[in-house]
């Protein structure tokens, strides 16, 4: 029986192209420094497939194998062959840590910072969703008054921000 938990989590959404990956590349370095332990969730439309045809992790998978663990000596992958989970099942898979910083599941995120720069020509995901806290860009001026408006370029100032603004998700 598992015993239920909690697990801090904060949402990094934008649209496409609006620099989510570059402020995470940025992010993980200053949470680390701070002394916290930091993992992430990235969540995606597009189908893809991490293993290679004719590689035996493949072959199982191919033959009917519900779940593949693929072993390495510096990391490990496991590949299930099922519908895609709630947000929820797959942080009660992950190994507790301080923060998971999740990209994507943008409607069940509970709370959220969105990265918005205009110049890339898509409307922001602020005018729709409810759980976006604050907005980080390199336009404040093309931000609601009524939302938090952070410089995209002060990875510290984000930083805190996620750190006074992470919520809890009940796991079990």
């Known amino acids: 029986m598992s015993i239920p938990r909690q697990q801090a989590v904060i949402g990094l959404t934008g649209r496409s192209g609006s620099g989510k990956t ?35 992790s493949f ?18 992958v496991l590949q299930h062959t099922q519908p895609e989970p709630s947000l929820r099942d797959v ?25 918005y720069r205009p110049e890339v020509g898509k409307e922001p995901l602020f005018k729709t969703q409810t759980n976006i806290l604050a907005v980080a860009t390199t336009t404040p001026s093309a931000v609601p008054s009524s939302l938090l408006t952070l410089d995209l370029d002060n990875t510290d100032a984000i930083a805190e921000f996620i750190l006074k603004n ?3 998700v009940q796991l079990i």
Not at 24 to 47: E, F, Q, Y
Not at 59 to 76: K, S, Y
């Open 91 to 115: 942080l009660g898979r992950m190994a507790p840590v301080d923060l998971v910083i999740i990209e994507g599941f943008h409607a069940s995120i509970p709370a959220a910072l969105e990265v």
């Open 59 to 76: 072959i199982h998978r191919q033959a009917g194998a519900c779940e593949v663990m693929l072993v390495t000596p510096d990391r490990w």
């Open 22 to 56: 570059h402020l995470m590349a940025r992010l993980l370095p200053a949470l680390r420094a701070r002394g916290l332990s930091v993992s992430t969730i990235k969540h995606t439309h597009h189908h893809i497939d991490i293993d290679k045809p004719g590689k035996d």
């Open 166 to 168: 992470s919520c809890s």
